[in-house]
């Protein structure tokens, strides 16, 4: 089979998977590679730019890990009208929606998709079907792939794909482009991170003719000029760019490549004051309170590893995402973002800025307080300068009962205060709220509450109440396990990310 027969197949084949399979993912990047210090100071170009650079230690700074995409064109169906109306963008009127076709990454979750399992997230995509990948290092986010024949293989959770012309095994990596980027080099010659920083190595060499590395630099903007990307190789003498053979929406192509530490970057021109459109996406995350309902929204770059970053941090504190779909037009780096509502929600901080932070921080994102929900609630996100719409959705109380029914199962209250009463009976402080919640909810009588405040050290008195709500039964470990998700949230949080 010829190579663009094998290609067209293969991206007609994976279209409709890939579109949801980043829901899925759970990969990140990691940070164990060669530090600047490891690295020599000079930056080297390829051949045809004569050009060498020299740079100093590189500092940390945040960049983005892997990215998730491939192009496609793709219309709304006209059968499902929610679905058109979740993600628009319009200077005219906020009851008019896009209908018009749009590029957009093949990942983007839409309220239609269904989720793929998560053991099909770490495959490829091959001639054949499915190719599974090993995980050599979960917490490295390292793995080993073997393709067993000639032909294309995507990945479709980050857009990283190859043309193999026999059998080869291939070896990946995630790396962070803060270790090894120049601040000062990427201030002066305005460099901006494009895609993933994967570190690849190949066995046997020379079967790979192509390797498509994702990107998130929108080009249907017509704002980005296609020479302004290159692919940074990061090695012993340095940092060597290369220019790819082509770049596509979402993918830039090496032919025939060397594999090392490698990514895409874009090198613009000073003082053109170009604005970088880019693909992004927002997440949102229900938390459930009878009283006081709480959404929290966030907007950043269609970046896998930060979607999983952001998944892991709401983990923590039980929220539950819920399903919608990104921006249908690209948003551009550095821009201000209004979000705002329904007329009764409360929102802080009103103001959001789209840019990077590296998956290891805290991503920035707004508190939607919105009281009992009874009825459908509008979040809308506008660009501020230009007062666009850009962004719009709508949750009703039934999508929050079906999200919450369908969350993952956790562990129950007996398992959970069993697996953790070492570090309860260890790191319970004030007793007296939790006491007086146990005495009114009439787990505990008077003179079991005074038992336990008269145990003579705070180990004691919680090893007290703990064996005590432990042979009232169930029931009473519940109301004990609700008192102190009240009481003490920060230290129940923590015991919960144990769990994960």
């Known amino acids: 089979m010829e190579k663009d027969t094998f290609k067209d197949e293969i991206q007609e084949m994976s ?28 930056l080297w170009f390829s051949p045809e730019y004569e050009e060498v650079v020299t740079v100093e230690p590189t500092p940390y700074i945040t960049a983005p890990g892997p990215w998730s995409g491939k192009e496609a064109v793709s219309k709304a169906p006209d059968s499902t009208e929610t679905e058109q109306q979740e993600s628009s963008q319009t200077q005219e009127s906020e009851e008019t929606w ?12 839409t309220l239609s998709s269904l989720a793929v399992p998560a053991c099909q997230s770490n495959q490829f995509l091959g001639p054949e079907g499915h190719v599974g990948i090993e995980v050599i290092d979960k917490s490295a986010n390292r793995y080993s792939v073997h393709f067993p024949m000639a032909g294309f293989y995507l990945w479709p959770v980050t857009g990283l794909g190859f043309l193999v012309t026999a059998p080869v095994t291939v070896r990946i990596a995630f790396d962070s482009w803060g270790q090894h980027l120049d601040l000062k080099l990427q201030h002066e010659k305005q460099w901006v991170v494009a895609g993933p920083l994967f570190d690849v190595s190949v066995e046997p060499e020379g079967v790979i003719t192509e390797i498509h590395l994702p990107h998130i630099i929108s080009l249907p903007a017509n ?30 192509v090496l ?10 970057l874009l090198r613009i021109v000073s003082g053109t004051g170009v604005s970088v459109p880019i693909t992004s ?7 459930f309170h009878p009283e006081d309902t709480k959404f929290h929204l966030y907007l950043i770059p269609s970046d896998s590893s930060l979607i999983k970053a952001v998944d892991d941090e709401e983990a923590k504190f039980c929220g539950v995402r819920l399903q919608t779909s990104p921006p249908v037009d690209p948003l551009n780096f550095g821009s201000r973002y209004i979000v705002s509502g329904s007329a009764h929600l409360e929102i802080m901080p009103q103001e959001l800025k ?24 509008v979040l809308e996100v506008t660009e501020k300068r230009h007062k666009t719409l850009v962004w719009r959705t709508l949750v009703k109380p039934v ?26 009976q260890a790191r319970l402080g004030d007793l007296n709220g939790i006491l007086d919640d146990l005495q009114d909810s009439e787990v505990l009588t008077e003179e079991e509450k005074e038992l336990v405040q008269q145990s003579p050290t705070q180990q004691r008195k919680n090893e007290t109440l703990l064996r005590m709500v432990e042979r009232k039964g169930p029931q009473a470990l519940e109301i004990l396990f609700k008192s102190l998700n009240q ?4 230290l129940m949080s923590y015991l919960r990310q144990q769990s994960l």
């Open 223 to 252: 704002e980005v000029d296609i020479s302004w990307f290159h692919v940074a190789h990061f090695k012993d003498e340095g940092m060597v760019l290369e220019r790819p053979a082509r770049v596509e929406p979402f993918y830039a």
């Open 255 to 264: 032919e025939n490549p060397s594999f090392s530490l490698m990514g895409i």
């Open 487 to 490: 009481r003490d949230p920060y």
């Open 354 to 377: 789209l840019s990077y932070r590296s998956p290891g921080e805290i991503q920035v994102f707004s508190k939607v307080f919105a009281g009992r929900i009874e009825e459908p609630i």
């Open 281 to 287: 996406t927002t997440l949102i995350y229900y938390h």
């Open 399 to 424: 999508e929050l009962q079906f999200q919450a029914a369908s969350a993952p199962p956790t562990l129950s209250v007996v398992a959970f205060m069993k697996e953790h009463r070492r570090h309860l």
């Open 98 to 109: 896009s209908e018009e076709k749009t590029l957009v990454p093949l990942w983007a979750p």
């Open 15 to 42: 279209s409709d998977r890939v579109r949801s399979s980043s829901l899925t993912w759970r990969c990140g990047y990691c940070s164990t590679f060669k530090t600047s210090s490891e690295v020599s100071s000079r």
